[in-house]
T-cell receptor, first 117, second 111 residues
Framework: GAVVSQHPSWVICKSGTSVKIECRSL??????MFWYRQFPKQSLMLMAT?????????EQGVEKDKFLINHASLTLSTLTVTSAHPEDSSFYIC?????????????FGPGTRLLVL | DAKTTQPPSMDCAEGRAANLPCNHS???????VYWYRQIHSQGPQYIIH???NNETNEMASLIITEDRKSSTLILPHATLRDTAVYYC????????????FGAGTQVVVTP
């Protein structure tokens, strides 16, 4: 079964509004989670690392004031797309490392499709 | 730049084994080889990973060459539901292992 969930699965919003996407680890705690973005017919691009209790770290070229990340608990990270514009329309996916057999393996959420009109 | 090289696409007949190659000639000593797949409009699904030994689970087998510069993912009996983009990724383990996705291999399983 799923070990990482995302909500909502899809969202349509007007340009200029903010959209919050939640990522939850379902049966394990994750001090770190990762946010990715995927445009049509392209591969996943890492956006940022979400750190529980501290600031997120962003990949080069990703605007931290545009994509606000909050990792308020050990099972929840949120990504807020502020003042969304049509170019922000994309598939947003989170991942969390889950310990299995002494190792950690990244598990991904089902993704959130954002359409900005 | 992606650390792995994969063929852009391959076809496989249903019921046959699918062998997906991956080159990772610059892999570091502490980096694992991970395989994920992404079915259309879904999040990536973990398949298998390994360091240097061959690995097998209920989904697939992973064969890593002795010099660790390449690997092959084997789907023993491909089904139509195995149609997906398959990503080979090298990364250190754990939370610091940010996964860098390349273009992957589009696998199409045909009846």
């Amino acid at each position: 079964g799923a070990v990482v969930s995302q909500h909502p699965s899809w969202v349509i919003c007007k340009s200029g509004t903010s959209v919050k996407i939640e990522c939850r680890s379902l049966d394990f705690q994750a001090t770190t989670m990762f946010w990715y973005r995927q445009f049509p017919k392209q591969s996943l691009m890492l956006m940022a690392t979400s750190n529980e209790g501290s600031k997120a770290t962003y990949e080069q070229g990703v605007e931290k004031d545009k994509f606000l990340i909050n990792h308020a608990s050990l099972t929840l990270s949120t990504l807020t797309v502020t003042s969304a514009h049509p170019e922000d329309s994309s598939f947003y996916i989170c991942s969390a490392p889950r310990p299995i057999g002494g190792e950690e393996t990244q598990y991904f959420g089902p993704g959130t499709r954002l359409l900005v009109l | 730049d992606a650390k792995t090289t994969q063929p852009p696409s391959m076809d496989c007949a249903e019921g046959r084994a699918a062998n997906l190659p991956c080159n990772h000639s610059t892999i570091s000593g502490n980096e694992y080889v991970y395989w994920y797949r992404q079915i259309h409009s879904q999040g990536p699904q973990y398949i298998i990973h390994g360091l240097k030994n061959n690995e097998t689970n209920e989904m697939a087998s992973l064969i890593i060459t002795e010099d660790r510069k390449s690997s092959t993912l084997i789907l023993p009996h491909a089904t139509l539901r195995d149609t997906a983009v398959y990503y080979c990724i090298v990364s250190p383990p754990g939370s610091w292992g940010k996964l860098q996705f390349g273009a992957g291999t589009q696998v199409v399983v045909t009846p």
